[in-house]
């Protein structure tokens, strides 16, 4: 495992400083990065759980639109709804 500290020191320089956050701030800090097998393993576990994600947040979007676009119409009396049948609960 490789601690921050240690992944830092290739992307800061001892001038750099972030939001008030300076590097020697940062090495007090005592996290650890996974290794690249166990990212690999963990990222082929989780994409397809993303993606399902992103499937449902465009439908989402879709079933939004079609819901306010059925909703004018109805609100507006183009489309008339009265002699359907309502299913029983």
Do not use: Y
Not at 32 to 42: C, D, G, K, N, V
Not at 45 to 65: F, S
């Amino acid at each position: 495992m490789v601690t921050l500290s240690a992944a830092l020191d290739g992307f800061l320089s001892a001038e750099c400083r972030w939001s008030g956050i300076n590097r020697n701030a940062l090495h007090l800090l005592d996290v650890h990065i996974s290794s690249r097998e166990l990212q690999a393993r963990f990222g082929s576990l989780v994409d397809p759980l993303l993606q399902q994600v992103e499937v449902m947040q465009r439908r989402n979007k879709v079933l939004a639109g079609q819901r306010d676009l059925l909703l004018s119409l109805l609100i507006s009396g183009e489309i008339d709804v009265s002699g359907l049948e309502t299913p029983c609960a």
